[in-house]
């Protein structure tokens, strides 16, 4: 398969993602005035980890929106406390998920340019975007103004929505589906984090 076209039904299914989640006022200046530097700020952190490490650039895509439980809301990133279990050990997620410290060193960095401005889940979407462009893929204008999830549920993140790394495919399918993803956009989805998982479009 060629390495391009994967890329660009990415680009569609995550825009189609972006279009479902129900945030009318999401636009590419959403920080233009709060916080001008919030792009260049991820973007350098990014870069030196995906520099380091390419397949860190699959794991924070996938990070913002496939495998959450709500979608684009940053829920995966909350973590467990006395009083509250979130979603990063449920059963398709624990030891398979990766790269929350380079979203914790973005936070750090966009927290020193400006304190309090920026939402996780908009780091995220940043990052994804910059880890597709140094992997060579399409460039496109991320749509700013998500608010973060203030929850997560173990439960249901253990619902059977998320696909495991041990899904076959009949059972790929069917999730997607329920996520209104068509088999292709599953194919494109899960194959792209393959393929930069495993390097192959080098
Ligand atoms: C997550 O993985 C760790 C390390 O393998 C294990 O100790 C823990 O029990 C797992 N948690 C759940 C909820 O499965
Ligand atoms: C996929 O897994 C489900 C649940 O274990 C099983 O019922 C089904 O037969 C499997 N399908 C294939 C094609 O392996």
Redesign the pocket.
């Known amino acids: 398969m060629a390495a391009a076209s994967p890329f660009s039904v990415v680009f569609v299914v995550v825009i189609s993602i972006l279009g479902s989640t129900g945030y009318a006022q999401l636009c590419p200046n959403f920080y233009s005035k709060s916080c001008p530097k919030v792009f260049s700020t991820v973007e350098s952190v990014v870069e030196s980890a995906v520099s380091k490490e390419p397949r860190m650039g699959a794991s924070l895509v996938r990070l913002f929106c496939v495998y959450t439980y709500l979608g684009c809301d940053g829920s995966i990133l909350l973590d467990d406390t006395s009083s509250f279990t979130g979603e990063k050990?449920?059963?398709p997620n624990?030891?398979s998920v990766t790269g929350f410290e380079v979203v914790d060193a973005i936070k750090a960095e966009v927290e020193k340019v400006c304190p309090g401005v920026v939402s996780c889940t908009d780091i995220l979407a940043i990052a994804a975007r910059d880890s597709v462009v140094k992997l060579r893929g399409p460039d496109w204008d991320v749509k700013l103004g998500r608010r973060d999830s203030k929850t997560a549920s173990?439960s249901a993140a253990n619902s059977g929505v998320i696909p495991p790394p041990t899904a076959n495919l009949t059972q790929l399918i069917n999730r997607f589906a329920a996520r209104g993803l068509s088999a292709k956009d599953m194919v494109a989805l899960s194959g792209s984090i393959i393929c930069w998982k495993n390097m192959i479009i080098w």
């Open positions: 050990t449920a059963g624990n030891n173990l």
